[in-house]
């Protein structure tokens, strides 16, 4: 049994450990993890960018003790960058020594048979394990207590790629044609992370549990945001949930997600704010918003929503 089995008992196990890394958690993600620590499935996990799916991997590893391997994906990844690659340097290096030493190996062969058996015997050496560079998955795979393995945004690679990840994810071990099969020592606790920029391949979900991250409700991000600010004002807090709660109903090109909202909060108090007011939301909005088309239409309703997020405040 593995070292993450023996830590994962239960789903509340998961939600007690998660919190005490700073990630609120919920039933839903952490019998997610639940199920795929037990079964050894990879968990794809969905949804829009900055609302923790990234944030669970770390947390995870925080937790458990394990170290977090982190494949960044993108367009044009390649086996090369993502599994292993050949030493070249050393193998030149080795081909000179080599050289040097050709004559005196076909000397100690009283045949020409013998001679070439020995060279073929430095062939084989040439894509031996000791001239593999391993990459992120390989490394994943070698580690002796295993790992969390993230393989982030899996969308923004190519569906080559996905196909090259199934039998990683069906089975953890990958296939170098030189050596042969490499298999997980500790299968690694794997999630894949989309932001669904495109759609994935049948045959990679059907290797996963899904699991979909969206935007929290209120409550679920008032703790959120107050185990990663605890020293913000109750009153405070309330009313910044309330104002990007209403902000996300607005027409905008792309919404405050939790990342960005905690990062509001941390300039509020920088700006030693204590209720929120029109002037200040306008001057920071920035940090919730990013496209200046997104920034106009939110400054047309800021002393509203401003209004309602104190009203909120009062009621709560």
């Not at 794809?44 to 947390?59: F, N, R």
Request: charged share 25%; proline share 4%; hydrophobic share 40%.
């Amino acid at each position: 049994m593995s070292n993450t089995q023996n830590h994962i008992q239960s789903i509340q196990d998961i939600e007690n450990g998660l919190a005490n890394t700073g990630y609120i958690s919920n039933t839903q993600i952490s019998t997610a993890v639940f199920i795929a620590q037990q079964l050894q499935k990879p968990i794809l996990v969905e949804g829009p960018a900055g609302v923790g799916k990234t944030e669970l991997a770390k947390s995870l590893s925080t937790w458990l003790h394990k170290p977090l391997i982190r494949m960044q994906c993108y367009e044009g990844l390649d086996e090369s960058k993502a599994l292993y690659e050949w030493k070249y340097g050393k193998q030149l290096l080795y081909t000179q020594i080599l050289k040097d030493k050709i004559g005196s190996v076909i000397s100690e062969s009283d045949s020409l048979n013998g001679a070439l058996e020995k060279l073929h015997d430095f062939g084989d050496i040439f894509f031996s394990r000791n001239f593999l560079e391993p990459r992120p998955l390989l490394q994943a795979l070698e580690q002796p207590e295993g790992c969390i393995l993230l393989i982030d945004e899996i969308d923004k690679s190519d569906q080559e790629f996905e196909a090259f990840l199934l039998e990683i994810l069906s089975d953890y071990q990958v296939s170098v044609p030189e050596i042969g099969k490499i298999s997980a020592i500790v299968p690694p606790l794997v999630l894949l992370t989309s932001n669904s920029t495109r759609d994935l391949g049948d045959a990679l979900k059907r290797r996963c549990l899904h699991l979909h991250i969206g935007f929290p409700d209120e409550r679920l991000e008032e703790k959120i945001i107050n185990s990663r600010v605890p020293d913000i004002n109750k009153k405070l807090l309330k009313q910044i949930v309330s104002f990007v709660q209403q902000l996300r109903s607005l027409d905008l090109k792309k919404v405050p997600s939790v990342s960005e909202t905690i990062d509001w909060a941390k300039v509020l108090i920088l700006f030693h704010t204590s209720i929120l007011d029109t002037d200040t939301v306008n001057e920071t909005l920035n940090v919730l918003l990013k496209f200046e088309s997104d920034i106009e239409t939110a400054r047309k309703q800021t002393h509203t929503l401003t209004q309602q997020s104190q009203r909120a405040s009062e009621i709560s």
